[in-house]
């Protein structure tokens, strides 16, 4: 039978385990109102002001949205990863197990947002884009489409991978020693989605201009969905670590040792 | 132009070039104006309802009029041998009833010929609330939409009053196209997808990451793949084949007579032109001015006709440019047709004359309107060819009209 | 394959119901099922947006050509390559499963918020293929076989043999014949003419135009059989593209030193 943590914490050396879950249920929720937000908006702004880019109303109610969009979000990139390093640890080699093991599950976990992030992305906006386009005649590059799928949510997924990662070279063992390839892959990797928007936009502009959705142009994007397989590799490594940090940290009954 | 809008627009000029993408106008008006005025001219254009008409859902509009293919289409899209006559509206706030093209359905995508004119009618039916801009459109291969003018309509009413039932070959009515057999899609979905979530739970009930990785890791195959997931397993798999040959089985039952989706083609013919030729037309010279608001056209008209023939109207790209002095010109418009279609000012002709039969004589043709700027026209200074096309309507003494093409390079002129 | 005295101690923590390490064991499979939810949703719904979307939006492109056969193709790439590290690193024949559940909900969502409730589309128009069927045998024959020439035979098989039976079901209503404007077409055409694409045109419809031989009236089978073919190898190809890219060590970090490691610093390699 083992000894459960009320026993262990009464000698008051070791803090039980707590999942640290608000963060991703924060970020999640964040996420969810900003991306309702924006649903929310284009259902009567694409509509009413969003269908002629000459109109002075389009630049009132989308190119304003494009121009915050593009201000604000690289400045928070460059504000969180700056954050990230230099608030990092910088004595990575005296941590104790429990607390790189403390932290590696917090870092897993936000990757749920990451994650989630990643689906409005990838999914739900991604394949609005191909709604709009396929029902109404191609505008500018700027459409209310595209300046939430493009400008909105592909930046904030890379913001959100890139901050994942500064934090995992800064604050885990395991990923500052040697930088692992499939974390780079996976949530740097979809940094490489904003050349494909300027070649996808090229290509528009200068040949295709039927509405097809499956044409090579766009098979770029489809190259960023596989960076999903790399996840698998990620979570590998990550499992061979566990297996040899958790016997710091378990007892071989299963309870905490430190 | 201040400091604001300049930076303004060196970062936005900065973010294309990263983007590598050339801005163009709207949709309707998002290609370049050698390409409009080249290719689709429409005229005789006619609505069953008025411009700013305020309609109800399930109202039908009946779009009818006439399409010129030019003669001298662009090099750089293909001849339109696959093209579908359809209408530029908001997507499904219309839906199409009936088309036709020289009085031929079409359902299918069909081809017409260069240089002619076919006959138009398109028949829809209001389904979504809102104020809808309604043109004819043609979709060419390659080119894309082709958008005819337009005018607005407001629907009002509750979009889910809309009806649209179907009677099919085998004797059902379908009472709703919109839902038609979608309870039955809804249905199978969610039966597989409640075997698939049955698997899955199936695994993830017992702990599944470190502890599996370390099951493997050992070689505990047994452990991790139970009799038990076994024979469950090859349940489902007797299970699975049996479900879809029994949901054929009923299917073909249900549904007896079924016939592959339609993609053949719509053939037609073109309409026999009686007045081809009778008014040539020959491009001497063609001028824009920037800001662009006027074109003006030095052309040599040659009378082929048997009675002398005026100028009546100058259209290209949609607009009109009517001669004031022209009653046949002006009895041309109907009162009910999109105003910034049609210039305010008159189309001005240095000579005003009849040209005889047999006639050729120059004439200088001035089409100024703000339209031209509002239309992007006047980006024809960015185009990669500075050319245009566009239909000129005579008229002879007895009122018949005679609809001549001209075409050229067109020149652009600064004015400071 | 055996476990080292540290692994085994911890098998051992693992398997002590109750413990610590059982319940953070337990709870990390839950965040990862979390992660690999809307990951997995995202990555397979772009990539069949981009390959098959067109077909997969619209009820009047689902033909006996295209439609069957490059469905299977395209949908098999990503559950291919995730079933290497599921099955032969955790034991768990789910990839498949997983990955159809999740386009599955990807999809839905799409199509009715953006779709119908955004862009007026009606329902009938912009249905999703059914494509769990196919997936799930994939995942079973590899759970019964464990081979990896088995599965890709008859599991990779099976997502193509089993698309066109699967689909046949809900598409038939569709395929009933109508008569409009004295032309004869289907529902799935008709709905496709009434519900204005304004930017899709008929004659983009990738479909079987009256090309094929068609063997007397057997197109689907004969689609179903090349796609069969392909998705064979193509699950070869993904699994062990998957297995690379399970794979993908580490390399050196050249700021490692601003976090308190130098060179002296050694890492076990796994």
Known sequence: MAVTQDDIVKKGDIKPWKFKLKPVFMGMLTLLVIMATARWYQQWAAWDYGLDATDPLFDEYWMKLFWVQITVLPIIFIVSVSYMWLTRDK??????????????????????????????????????????????????????????????????????GFNLFFYAITRLPFFAKKISIPLIVTVCGPFMLLPTVGYNEWGHAFWLMEEYFTVPLHWGFVFFGWSIIALAGLLIQIMNYLIELMPKVFSEKGELMS | MNKTTVFKKSVLIFLLFIVSTVVYAHGERNQEPFLRMKTLHWYDATWSIKNEAVIQVNDEVILEGKVHFFSRWPQVINKPDVIFLANATPGPVFIREESYLNEVPMIQSTGVELGNVYEYKVKLKARIPGRHHVHPMINVESAGGLVG?????????????????????????????????????????????AIALFWIIWWIRRPLLIERYLMVKDGQWSKLITLTDIKLGASLVVFIIGLLIYANMITKEAHKYTI?????KAEIDKKPNPNEGLVQVKNKKAEYYLPGRTVTIDAEITNNHDLPVHLGEFTSANLRFINHQSAAGLQGVDEGYPSELVADESLIIDDQKPIMPGETRRINIDATDAAWEVERLSSLLNDPDSSYGALLFFYDTNGKRIVSEVYGQILPTFLD | MSLNTNEAKLLSALTTRGSDAAKIARGLDFIVIAI???AIIAALHIHMMLTVGDWDFWVDWKDRMNWVTLTPMLLIVIPAALSYPFMEKFGLPIAGTLCGLCLLIGVWLSRYFSFHLWTYFPMSMV??????????????????????FATAIFGGGSVAFAFAPANWPILAPYHVPVIHMDQVVNVADLIGYTFTRTATPEYLRMIE????????????IISTFFSAFVCMVLFVIWWKIGKWLTHLGRVPNVLKKHVGYDEHDVLEEK
């Open chain 3, 36 to 38: 690999l939810f809307f």
């Open chain 3, 209 to 220: 135009r009256g090309t094929l031989r068609t063997f007397g009236g057997e197109s689907t």
């Open chain 1, 91 to 160: 004595h990575l080699n005296n941590i104790t197990p429990r607390e790189d093991l403390n932290r590696m599950i917090f870092w897993i976990s936000m990757l749920i947002v990451y994650a989630f992030a990643f689906y409005f992305a990838g999914s739900l906006y991604a394949e609005q884009d191909a709604t709009w386009h396929q029902t109404v005649v191609r505008d500018t590059s700027f459409t209310p489409s595209h300046i939430f799928l493009f400008y909105g949510t592909m930046p904030i997924f890379i913001i959100i």
């Open chain 2, 260 to 264: 592959p989706l339609q993609g053949g």
């Open chain 2, 149 to 193: 003018p337009g005018i607005w309509v407001t629907v009002e009413g509750n979009a889910d009053d809309f009806v649209y039932s179907v009677e099919t070959r085998t004797g059902q009515t379908i009472d709703n196209l919109g839902t038609y057999a979608t309870g039955n899609v809804y249905k199978w979905h969610a039966i597989w997808g």
């Open chain 3, 127 to 148: 249905w999703p293929s059914i494509v769990i069927p196919g997936l799930l045998l994939m995942d079973l024959v590899y759970l019964l076989s464990r081979n990896l």
